[in-house]
């Protein structure tokens, strides 16, 4: 009968001290680890065949003892002139997740990833969250969607955000797994300051990671001024409040030093009030005086106008009311910015091509309209 054990370890998610051990497993020497290391994440090979200088005989082992997820893409779709590519991105047991490439003008090159198969926390503007969570993905999964778009683009990714498909933090131990091997000078070489996590709002796994210390940039979604609002929009927060989710990010912001992104969706006439502007600005300068820092230096907003999802009610603003939500913050000395929205016409939102995909063209077509709609609204 088979056991735990006779399932191939998979190398790719291994830190070079695991890599090293397992080398010394295998009867080699620890230096074996680091050449492993250097093929699976600095030149991205996809096979042990590729890996020349190691011997022929130790390659064949290694291919019986161990695995390397190397995942495919289903389809790539363009936009921005080749500047925005969203990627589905099938997983070994054919479940499928979506990763989104990102080239900007100041020389970023920067791809959005996924850290589950759906996800369980039904935010209800949001389409990834429709049919719930499937699974967690793997640390395997998690870096190798950084690895695809290197394959596929030929170049380096220079950022790195956690905003694609799932909650991160719901997946807490191989996401900061990724964290440490994107970053390590083994691994990927990604600077931790180019590396984002954007949650709903997890309080524990928050607090968690301002232990860490590590000198990312955590993206708190938050998307209401009040615990009403948000509670009807972001179910999580029945469970941890605005206060307790402001008040855990201020402990990051303590331990970091690093200022917090503040993620808000804007949906017309229900959080995009001017009043519900200075109301969120009111409550991002008192929570940063409660840490002895200045609205300017523990929080940024990020404005996103919401993307339209097939099927749902809400509306994207009109420009003149995101501008009035913005002066409000901005009385409030909160530094706020609109995100500005790539790859609309491909659906580059989160959990879209995903529901798109293996529909009729009409169908497909069909959703293209709605955005195309809305997006003229703005
Ligand atoms: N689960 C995490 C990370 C993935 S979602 C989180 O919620 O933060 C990344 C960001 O996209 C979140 O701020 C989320 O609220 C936002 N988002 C989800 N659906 C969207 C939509 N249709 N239009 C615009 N932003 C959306
Ligand atoms: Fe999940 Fe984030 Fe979508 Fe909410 S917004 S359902 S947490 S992916």
């Known amino acids: 009968m088979a056991t735990i054990t006779d399932i191939p370890m998979d190398l790719k998610g291994m830190t070079l001290e695991e890599l090293e051990a397992f080398a010394r497993g295998m009867g080699e020497p620890d230096y074996r680890g680091r050449q492993i290391a250097r093929w699976v994440y600095q030149t991205g090979a996809v096979s042990f065949a590729e890996m020349t200088d190691l011997p022929a005989g130790l390659r064949t082992r290694l291919a019986e003892a161990a695995q390397l997820t190397a995942l495919s893409a289903l389809t790539a779709v363009r936009a921005d002139a080749g500047d925005t590519a969203k990627y589905l991105v099938r997983l070994d047991d054919g479940a499928t997740v979506e990763t989104v490439f990102m080239r900007y003008e100041d020389g970023r090159r920067s791809v959005c990833i996924s850290t589950q198969v759906g996800c369980g926390m039904g935010c209800t503007f949001c389409a990834t969250g429709l049919a719930g969570l499937t699974r967690n993905l793997t640390t395997a999964e998690i870096i190798d969607q950084v690895l695809l778009v290197q394959r ?23 996401t900061l797994r990724a964290l440490r091997i994107l970053n390590a000078p083994y691994g990927l070489g990604i600077g931790m300051r180019h590396l984002t996590v954007s949650t709903v709002g997890l309080v524990p796994q928050i607090r968690m990671l301002a232990q860490e210390r590590l000198q990312l940039t955590l993206a708190v979604s938050l998307h209401a001024p009040d615990d009403e609002l948000r509670s009807a929009l972001v179910p999580i927060n029945r469970r941890w409040p605005i206060s307790e989710l402001l008040a855990a990010s201020a402990e990051y912001i303590r331990q970091t030093g690093r200022r917090v992104s503040v993620e808000y969706v804007l949906l017309e006439g229900v959080n995009d009030r001017a009043d519900q502007g200075g109301r969120l600005g009111r409550l991002l300068a008192e929570h940063a005086r409660l840490v002895g820092e200045t609205p300017a230096a523990a929080w940024h907003v990020n404005l996103i106008p919401w993307n339209p999802v097939y099927g749902m009610q809400y509306r994207r603003p009109a420009r003149d009311r995101v501008e009035a939500f913005l002066r409000e913050l901005d009385r409030h000395g909160v530094p706020a910015t609109v995100r500005l929205e790539r790859g609309v016409e491909i659906d580059a939102a989160c959990g879209q091509l995903r529901r ?7 169908a497909v077509r069909g959703v293209g309209e709605v955005s195309e709609a809305e997006a003229r609204r703005s």
């Open 152 to 174: 596929e683009q030929g170049s380096r990714v220079t950022n790195v955000v956690f905003m694609g498909m799932g909650e991160p933090l719901a997946n807490y131990a191989p």
């Open 356 to 362: 798109t995909h293996g529909l009729p063209q009409a």
